[in-house]
């Protein structure tokens, strides 16, 4: 008993030491004031060269933090920075700016005339008859989910617990934008999952595959549960893609892995399962 009360003394004063350390090492108060509040500008003009690129600079004085977003999910955080759209369209754009005096904001609308141009660096995504030879089956352990190219379009089915995917792989650019769209069409599923990951780790048979799930259907999050059709990229409900509508770029130029996986657990993918077509994986030319 003396033994544990020595100790737990010892740990006591030591605690009421490094407070006073620390207290002593509290600066003491300043007289220096804040700055002024600020007024927030900025400039938003086409990239000479190429019209869907629109450079973001912030004509704030003093600012020392920045942040550019739009109602495309869009988001930049440098003082002069670049959004990027794949779509002709009026888009609004809110800058948010930090200063020494505070944070303010300041609001622009954009027009982007024309679609960008793209090329499409997925094959097979029309799901033709030689489509298959692009795409890899991705036996994922346990029971497999049913997965076929047929009459123009993928179909995954079940009728009970599975798991299982199917891959390509692309190659991308750092600083680039992509864009990811499929069409969807199903009676409605239970207990099951919808997913597109794109990640940079290799697939390997007999085991399942993490990574970024980028865009899904998900019963438990919400979507999938009824009849739907649409672009999975618009209506899917989780996923590091949620409400970007298939917007995307990477930091390292290489490959990654565009995997598809379905399944149940304790339900299945609805009469007829989940027939997927026109995939697309578009790079900003």
């Known amino acids: 008993m003396n033994f544990h009360y020595i100790r737990n003394t010892r740990t006591i004063a ?45 004509t704030t004085p003093g600012g020392f933090m920045f942040e550019y977003t739009d109602d495309n999910n869009n988001k930049a955080t ?12 009026e888009y609004t754009i809110q800058f948010t700016v930090f200063t020494s005096g505070g944070f303010a904001k300041a609001v622009k609308k954009v027009t ?22 692009f795409w890899t089956v991705l036996n994922t352990g346990g029971t497999q989910t049913a997965i076929r190219i047929e009459n123009g379009a993928m179909h995954f089915e079940n009728t009970g617990d599975s798991n299982g995917a199917i891959y390509q792989k692309v190659s991308v650019k750092a600083g680039k934008s992509y864009i990811f ?17 794109i990640d940079t780790a290799v697939p390997k048979q007999g ?16 979507c ?26 990477f930091t390292k130029t290489g490959d990654v892995y565009i995997v598809v996986k379905a399944g149940s657990a304790g ?14 994986f578009l790079e900003e030319i």
Do not use: H
Request: hydrophobic share 35%; net charge negative; aromatic share 6%.
């Open 112 to 133: 982007i005339a024309q679609n960008a141009k793209t090329q499409d660096i997925l094959k097979g995504g029309d799901m033709g008859t030689d489509s298959q030879q």
């Open 78 to 89: 440098r003082e002069k920075d670049t959004l990027s759209y794949f779509q002709a369209g």
């Open 181 to 197: 769209s499929a069409k969807v069409t199903g009676n409605g599923a239970s207990n099951s999952w919808f997913e597109i990951y």
């Open 224 to 249: 999938g549960a009824v009849k739907f059709t649409g672009d999975l990229a618009v209506i899917g409900c989780d996923g590091t893609g949620k409400n970007k509508n298939g917007v995307m770029s």
């Open 267 to 280: 339900g299945t993918l609805g009469t007829g399962g989940i027939v997927m077509d026109d995939v697309k």
């Open 207 to 222: 085991s399942d595959y993490g990574g970024n799930k980028y865009i899904s259907l998900n019963t438990w999050a919400g």
């Open 14 to 58: 030591m605690a009421a030491l490094l407070a006073g350390a620390v207290s002593a090492c509290t600066p003491e108060s300043s007289d220096k004031e804040l700055g002024p509040l600020p007024t927030a500008s900025f400039t938003a003009e086409p990239l000479a060269g190429n019209p869907n690129k629109i450079v973001v600079t912030s």
